[in-house]
């Protein structure tokens, strides 16, 4: 076998563990989604449901979640990327002596645990509450105490890091001689930072935004000390998996996946026919028709891909509406009803011949002759028959006691209180 095979197999063993590792735990927890087990589990395997989506739908804490989750979504998406934006702005004007400090400290909210900011930002802004003068009721007092603002302003702080970071990458591929040429020609800041510098940034805004609308949307740590009387879906969640969990989280996860990788094939769709149509403008490719697929679909697998999960979906939700897995439901009910009896009866079973063992045997703790005999003279019972009869004296026979016979020496005291003993044998 050749060194490049070698390489290529290993690459392949290599590729096939790393997938597994990274999207193994999500394929579980989506197949959980369609079992009828009580527990979010794949095996044993009950029914082929549904009906874990509609207990979702029904769950108004899950839908109050993801209501205020992207609520706050959208305000950290507008906050944080405004930020993010005018700091790589001034990161690319700022003096170059001081540019490594800057940077640091615009990276510095990333480093910083969630735990600190969220605990942070509602000691700040309650304390500035209160240094402004914000009496309890006040408009100023329940903005600084509304858990929305409080999970908004927190977020953003160290979200607009990384909205920073993105706009950073597309600035170094930006000419400012742009910019330099435009103010030359009479055009103000305003002007060509509006038609000029914001076209070019138009791809790191939308990578931004998506960034940071994901960032907030999965946040916890920040969120649930500055969320205060809300609850977002993160919330929602860590909550119910202290009290308890059923396979409509499972069904939640399912959706958000589907959803992700639709808007990933979408996006790369859409990227490619983007590119497709630019090759055919500057004449490097030509374009083609008279196929079977669209033109949008033709050499773009993403679009092929993406129209099949789309129609894999419309069929599933279509069936969704017809399907019951009721009977399935008792066939399983029933044999599981039926799998407990037999196992009560085994061990009833066993129970019963255990008790015909020990009646057989007796429960004989003193180790009788019988019971030595039927064990082949070896002592028997609880005690090993240490307290059987004969046991002190090894097995011996006891002798019989013998008839005192009136002796001049015998007695306990040598006879000196017998009777005879006081007229040293004489008569009366």
Known sequence: MSS??????????????????LLGPLVVMSLTAFNSSGFPSVSPWACFTFEWFNVLWNDSAIREGIFYSVIIGLGTVALSVSMGLAASIVLTQVWPKF????YTLIIAPILVPGVVLGIS????????????????????????????FLTILGQ??????YAMLVFVARLQRFDPGLTEAALDLGATHTQAFRKILLPFMRPAIASA???????????????????????????????KVRLGINPSISALAFIIITLTVFAALAFEAYRRNQARQEAVKQGKAKVKSGGIL????????????????????????????KYSPEQCKIQVREAKQAEIQRRIKELQEQRLIKSQSEA??????????????????????????VFAPGNLSNGAEPEEPETQKPSGGSGAFGGVFAPTNLDNGGGN
Do not use: C
């Open 4 to 21: 490049k095979a070698l390489i290529r197999i290993s690459l392949g063993i290599y590729l096939i563990i790393f997938f597994s590792y």
């Open 99 to 102: 540019r490594s400090t800057y």
């Open 121 to 148: 930002t509602l000691v700040f802004w309650d304390r500035l509450g209160k240094f402004l003068g914000a009496g309890d009721g006040s408009m100023l007092s329940n903005l600084f105490h509304n858990g929305i």
């Open 156 to 161: 953003s702080s160290f979200i607009a890091s």
């Open 209 to 239: 935004a998506v960034l940071a609308f994901l960032a907030s949307f999965e946040n916890y740590n920040t969120t649930t000390f500055t969320i205060v009387d809300y609850k977002t879906l993160t919330t929602v969640l860590a909550q």
């Open 294 to 321: 669209p033109s949008f679909m033709t050499g773009n697998p993403a679009a092929i891909v993406f129209v099949l999960l789309a129609f894999v979906a419309i069929v599933m939700i279509g069936t969704a509406q």
């Open 360 to 385: 057989r045997q007796g429960p004989d703790i003193f180790g009788t002759p019988e019971a030595q005999e039927d064990s082949g003279g070896k002592p028997s019972g609880a005690f090993g028959g």
